[in-house]
């Protein structure tokens, strides 16, 4: 439970006029702290005073759409708590005048600022909280214990996200690589066809110069036959054509040099084997299919691993934020013993919260409401007759100990010491 405030504020005196259900209310020397019942049957006004005094304090846009009653000029709500006096109209129209003073009687600039400081979320109705979704509860529970797991929670699923995605192309890729062939006999390197083709060109090249040489050697050898004849014919009548023979010798024995001299040549010649090349060049797309579909195999691996690489960076940043988050939880400093803000959800003494006695959570959403305005201690609990003994002796404890003043609505008059109110007047 939130300690007892010394310098809280708490409604010493409040008069209502013409507010909602109620025609005049003047109350004076409300004690300081504790149970204030305000008794009365239904429709007497029990509602509208606890509203004015919500109403004093709250912006416009918690007030009522008709909060001036029927009949009258303007409604008005003076409010003394003590180091703050709130003197608040209401006109038909929906306008009307704030004035808030200090206790020296100094008036701030920004009046509403001041009372909107004091006034938590669920200040006004603490049994707001047990009502609450439980992830509402959860949030609010963070907010008054100052943890905000927002930027953790945002990069808890950025890393979840990630890691997700990385497994799925992990399993996408793997998928894609069980079903890609491999082969053992593909070549380290892709066959290179236009050089195989260069190859094949020089060696045809090669083998053509060859083939000139030899069709040459084949013209000197049959001009050496035609010069063998000439000397057989000359010869024969050497003679008459002795000149011709001589000549005729010289140029055999030139043709014989040349026959000779060519004739080494052309049998050093050596002619290349174009069969190899051809069936390099016929199983070189072979080769290279193999040779691709090794290299795109051995890619899809390496993208296998990485994705998983991925999937367990992230699973190390997940838990490293997840021990951040529980750390910071573990660190809340909530406003009443048992309160744990977990993973789960808000627990009550390791249970969760919805789970928890109706006296438990009555507790908690008072502390709860207290915690959330610390220098306001005053709380509205409506419909409070669904209150038994049991819970009125709790508020009555924990005003007590919390320095909280508690206005409770109970149905009748039949509570000692309560305001009742009756016709929209308090009674006597």
Request: proline share 4%; hydrophobic share 40%.
């Amino acid at each position: 439970m939130t300690e007892k405030s010394d310098d809280g504020l708490r409604v010493i005196e409040l008069r209502v006029d013409s507010f909602m259900g109620i025609e005049l209310a003047q109350i004076a020397e409300v004690d300081g702290e504790g149970l204030v019942l305000v008794g009365g049957n239904n429709g007497a006004g029990k509602t509208s005073l606890l509203s004015a005094i919500e109403c004093a304090i709250r912006g416009k846009r918690w007030h009522p759409a008709a909060p001036v009653k029927r009949g009258a000029k303007k409604a008005i709500v003076d409010l003394d708590l003590g180091d703050l006096r709130i003197r608040r109209t209401f006109n038909p129209d929906g306008t009307g005048t704030l004035r808030v003073e200090n206790a020296e009687g100094m008036a701030p600039r920004r009046p509403q600022e001041i009372l909107d400081a004091l006034a938590g979320q669920i200040s006004f109705d603490p049994l707001a909280f047990s009502r609450m979704e439980p992830a509402a509860q959860l949030d609010l529970a963070r907010e008054i214990g100052g943890v905000d797991t927002k930027l953790l929670d945002a990069e808890i699923e950025t890393s979840f996200q990630i890691r997700a995605n990385a497994n799925r192309t992990e399993k996408e890729v793997s998928a894609r690589l069980a079903a890609m062939p491999q082969h053992a006999d593909a070549p380290g390197q892709p066959v290179v066809v236009a050089e195989l083709l260069s190859r094949l060109e020089e060696i045809q090249s090669t083998n053509t110069r060859n083939d000139a040489e030899r069709a040459n050697l084949h013209e000197i050898r049959a001009q050496h036959g035609e010069n063998l004849a000439e000397v057989a014919r000359v010869k024969a009548t050497i003679e008459q054509y002795q000149l011709v023979l001589a000549e005729a010798e010289q140029a055999c024995a030139l043709s014989l040099t040349a026959v000779n001299e060519k004739g080494a040549d052309v049998g050093a010649l050596e002619d290349g084997d174009p069969a190899p090349v051809r069936s390099e060049i016929a199983t070189a797309e072979d080769a290279n299919t193999r040779h691709r579909e090794n290299a795109e195999h051995d890619r899809q691996t390496d993208l296998v691993a990485e994705a998983r690489r991925n999937a367990e960076e992230c699973d190390a940043d997940l838990e490293t934020l997840r021990r951040k988050r529980r750390d910071m939880i573990r660190a809340a400093t909530l406003p009443i013993e048992g309160l744990e803000i977990t993973d789960d959800g808000l627990t009550y003494h390791g249970t969760p919260f919805a789970q928890a006695s109706g006296a438990e959570r009555l507790r908690t959403s008072v502390a709860m409401g207290a915690a959330m305005s610390p220098r306001l201690r005053v709380m509205l609990i409506r419909e409070a007759e669904k209150l038994d003994d049991q819970g009125l002796e709790l508020l009555a404890a924990m005003a007590a100990e919390g320095g909280l003043q508690l206005w409770l609505e109970r149905v009748g008059d039949r509570d000692a010491g309560a305001i009742v109110i009756s016709e929209g007047r308090v009674a006597e």
